[in-house]
């Protein structure tokens, strides 16, 4: 399609997708949004360490890159936080990538984020937590961190279905909640003053998570995967996820996977010993362990048994939480990455974790790791395998020589102070070592 403010690179080529998968062309088209506030002197860093990955890894592949707004850089050029045409670029061209965005104040649109997220169904947030040597970090040991999160995107609480106090909407849903529903309407503690919200989990958005963490599971040859809910509290939604995580599990990968109620079956109908022996046999044999634990409990054992998690599969307001508590454990959200990605349709969108940091705007300061290790992520999901080794490669390199952005730098001894861009420069060069 045409666009007013995009320009389309002339020598690229969209990214397809053909029953479930990507087709690649060796000049891929990949939209990308600079981000605000630190964004610009992020992007700079970032973008020359993906052009050297891909460069050193392949003689006959380069990505083209295509600028799309969002944000303050589209507010002040057409008025607009996230215009239309860049969702549709998104949509058209598959897969892309941006840096942090300003959500408005006062009003508008929720979050930008969100806003991406629910126009293109990303129902994925996937989020890759794994320690780098070196990195500064405040548990004993860091190292024992390799999960990956899959926080379901679309539902739960972040749907902003609320109620707000004191508004005629507001009064009009108690109303009707105390007429139809008079016992749950009484356990609103001081109702004529609540703000109210309502926290949908569907089965169908429930199976397409869990089963999108299982297969990535078992093609990445992982060892388990923990279903992550509070659902001895919220029985029939956070309890429901439960239930169809391991429904889904049963139903579409029997002969992959071990779960849990196989195990509790096992233990009803015969005995303990039984069970375990079933449940040993299955992992010894291959399969993917399948279990849950409550939400409160998973932030002390991801400490305290960090070796005991592999993937985690949770709702939305669970994941925000739990992969931001993980990311602590591995230096901070600062070199977080993420992706948001619908497996069924192919789009993908990967994004830096944290936030604009207005204060160091154009300071070439700031540490570009998040939006590096997001491109990374991009570059595996483009089956572009040794282009993201040479990423993790030269971060690995960078990091391990003490070479660091100021964030890292305060916290290591005898380290070398270096800027956003100098650190840029660092990565590349470790790509050769």
Known sequence: MKYQNIVVPADG???????????VPDYPIIPFVEGDGTGRDIWRASVRIFN???????????????????GEKAFNRGGSWLPDETVQAFEEFLVGIKGPLTTPIGGGIRSLNVALRKALDLYVCLRPVRYINGVPSPVKHPEYVDMVVFRENTEDIYTGIE???????N????????????????????P?????????????????????????????KRRNVTLV?????????????????????????????YTWTQWERTRSEKDEATANAEQEAAIKGGRLLIKDVIADIVFQQTITRAKEFDVLATMNLNGDYLSDALAAQVGGIGIAPGGNINYTTGHAVFEATHGTAPKYTDKNMVNPGSVVLSGE???????????????????????????????????????????CSEFGDAVIQHMDD
């Open 52 to 70: 050297a990955a891909v460069a050193k890894a392949y003689s006959n592949r380069a990505i083209r890159w295509m600028e799309v707004y969002a």
């Open 163 to 169: 109620f707000e106090y004191g508004t005629e909407d």
């Open 377 to 419: 992520m991009l570059l595996r999901y483009m089956g572009w395998h040794k282009a993201a080794d040479m990423i993790i490669k030269g971060i690995e390199g960078a990091i391990a020589a003490r070479t660091v952005t100021y964030d890292f730098h305060r916290l290591m001894e005898n380290a070398v102070l270096l800027t």
């Open 13 to 23: 080529e969209k990214i397809t997708i053909d029953n479930g998968i990507l087709k």
């Open 229 to 257: 809910h509070k659902g001895n509290i919220m029985k029939y939604t956070e309890g429901s996820f439960r239930n169809w995580g391991y429904e889904v599990a049963e139903a579409e990968f029997s002969d992959k996977v």
């Open 171 to 190: 009064r009009r849903f108690r109303e009707l909640l105390r007429e139809h529903f008079p016992e749950e309407y009484s356990k609103i503690r001081f």
């Open 192 to 220: 004529e003053t609540a703000g109210i919200g309502i926290k949908p989990i569907s089965k169908e958005g429930s199976f397409r998570l869990v089963r999108a963490a299982i297969q990535w599971a078992i093609d990445n």
